[in-house]
């Protein structure tokens, strides 16, 4: 059964950073899609990143230039580098893995402060 783990959520002031982890067990994480999501209170879960099989990476329009989607095959976990945070950016942050059935952590929470 595929779980994933993510944890490296905090309190951070705006302007911070902070690295988000997945860990996955259960399936092997190169052989699907991961990605990163996030839903903030009272808005509807939203894509944020994506990183392919090929190892190609592909991010929201809010959040490009700022974060950084990067996976590490032999430790079968994901990793969103998360930079320059802004109050906005607060939220869960959820990871999935899609290979035939999507899967999805528990979330880790982001809370940015001005």
């Known amino acids: 059964q595929v779980q994933l783990v993510e944890s490296g959520g905090g309190l951070v002031q705006a302007g911070g950073s902070l690295r988000l982890s997945c860990v996955a067990s259960?399936?092997?994480?190169?052989?699907?899609?991961m990605a990163w999501y996030r839903q903030a209170p009272g808005k509807q879960r939203e894509w944020v990143a994506r990183i392919a099989t090929a190892g190609s990476t592909y991010y929201s329009d809010s959040v490009r230039g700022r974060f950084t989607i990067s996976r590490d095959n032999a430790k079968n976990t994901v990793f969103l580098q998360l930079n320059s945070l802004k109050p906005q950016d607060t939220a869960v942050y959820y990871c999935n893995f899609v290979y035939g059935n999507s899967y999805w952590g528990q979330g880790t929470q982001v809370t940015v402060f001005s």
């Open positions: 259960g399936t092997i994480i190169n052989t699907g899609a």
